[in-house]
């Protein structure tokens, strides 16, 4: 499946923007879906992601009660929306489809990957 991520941009400080994650020719695969991002000069980092089986969410420390992963019916799209956003959290956002059943926080258990959207967020 290939991913296409959107709705990043530049923002200030304490605003936020909502990210889309659409996958093109069917829907989603897998077990869920992810988001990673990845700051200049640092490592690829997971940020949210939901399971399609239950609908269970999950969130790394930094971004838990800022940040909500949500889908519709059909799966398709996944959406990251992003409030109360800091300078820290600048990096480019990439979705993925996760292909493991479990290991949900780490980039190797996601099959397909988007592009990626740049969050640029100034103070």
């Known amino acids: 499946v290939q991913l296409q991520a959107s709705g990043g941009g530049l923002v200030q400080a304490r605003g936020c923007l909502r990210l889309s994650c659409a996958a093109s020719g069917r829907t989603f695969s897998g077990y869920g879906l992810g988001w990673f991002r990845q700051a200049p000069g640092k490592e690829r980092e997971f940020v949210a992601s939901i399971n399609w089986s239950g609908g269970s969410t999950f969130y790394t420390n930094s971004v838990k009660g800022r940040f909500t992963i949500s889908r519709d019916n059909a799966r398709n799209p996944v959406y990251l929306q992003m409030d109360s956003l800091k300078p820290e959290d600048t990096a480019v956002y990439y979705c993925?489809?996760?292909?493991?059943?479990?290991?949900?926080?780490?980039?190797?258990?996601?099959?397909?990957w988007g592009q990626g959207t740049l969050v640029t967020v100034s103070s």
């Open positions: 993925a489809d996760r292909s493991r059943v479990n290991g949900q926080f780490v980039p190797a258990s996601y099959a397909s």
